[in-house]
């Protein structure tokens, strides 16, 4: 095994070349963020390096793509109770796989009901603000609910409209899931907001389905996601309008739409469960 280094800027890249029976050259960046390159036998190095200089500013993409995503997980400093946050006011809540939006929570006794807004922050940061009488871990989750449905729905319309016409696929309808309506509402009559159709459950998330009447659902928490793995989940649902099930037919059409879904795939198998403690 030999090795190989590339530069682009100030990052340098080594990569780890091996021979193999193989037709082609295949690159390979692992979790581990390790760059491995297999070649056919006998391949020159001139033809190494002719291949690495025409796709070196790829190759530094896909690393850089990959670095990030490994480390688009939840942090473990986040304070739990019973398994659940603990919401409080100054903690760091996801958007976008980022952690950059800066939980306020302005308690006033005599303030009537709540109110609920949001504030530019630096960079693409914001402040979640939530000016409230009530203390109640049940009802701030709540109002943090109701903020990551809306937004999720933004999303939700934008990618599912553009990905829908893209796959030439019709739907009947989408919504954004999240428990128990009614209990919320009974519990929480004097919130300054609606709660109507809001329906968020307790469970293990289920991040997107989609059925036989072609309506498609997708669970409250998808704005917390890193944003390729929330396209991933949006063509996996659509991909069900073809074909109800995961055949190799399925994962085919899947890859048509998104080639790299496979990382995406597995993102979620290692993280997704984090997401239940919001």
Not at 17 to 43: E, F, H, Q
Not at 177 to 204: C, E, L
């Amino acid at each position: 095994m030999s090795q190989y280094h590339i530069r682009h800027g100030e990052k340098e890249l080594s990569i780890d070349v091996t021979t193999a029976k193989c037709r082609y050259i295949d690159l390979d960046i692992g979790n581990d963020l390790s760059v491995k390159m297999k070649v056919p036998i006998g391949m020159s190095r001139d033809m190494m390096e002719q291949y690495v200089d025409l796709y070196g500013e790829d190759i530094i993409r896909a690393y850089e793509k990959k670095a990030a995503r490994n480390h688009q997980s939840l942090p473990e400093t986040l304070d739990l109770e019973n398994g659940r946050v603990h919401y409080r006011s100054g903690m760091k809540l996801p958007f976008l796989g980022e952690m950059d939006t800066l939980l306020r929570i302005k308690y006033h006794p005599d303030h009537n009901g709540a109110s609920m807004y949001t504030e530019k922050g630096a960079g693409r940061g914001r402040s979640l603000v939530i000016r409230t009488e009530n203390d109640e871990q049940d009802f701030i989750r709540f109002c943090i609910m109701r903020y990551y449905r809306k937004r999720s729905e933004k999303i939700v319309r934008n990618k599912i409209e553009r990905f829908a016409a893209d796959m030439e696929l019709t739907y009947n309808s989408f919504r954004v899931s999240g428990g128990n309506s009614k209990a919320i509402r009974s519990r929480f009559p004097y919130a300054g907001f609606s709660s109507r159709n809001i329906d968020v459950k307790n469970q293990t998330t289920i991040w997107g389905s989609c059925n036989r009447k072609r309506n498609l659902k997708f669970d409250w928490k998808l704005a917390m996601l890193p944003e390729e793995v929330i396209d991933y989940i949006i063509v996996h649902e659509l991909t069900h309008l073809k074909k109800m099930n995961h055949s190799k037919a399925f994962w085919a059409e899947v890859a048509q739409v998104m080639p790299e879904y496979g990382e995406c795939r597995r993102w979620l198998d290692k993280h997704g469960k984090e997401y239940e403690i919001f």
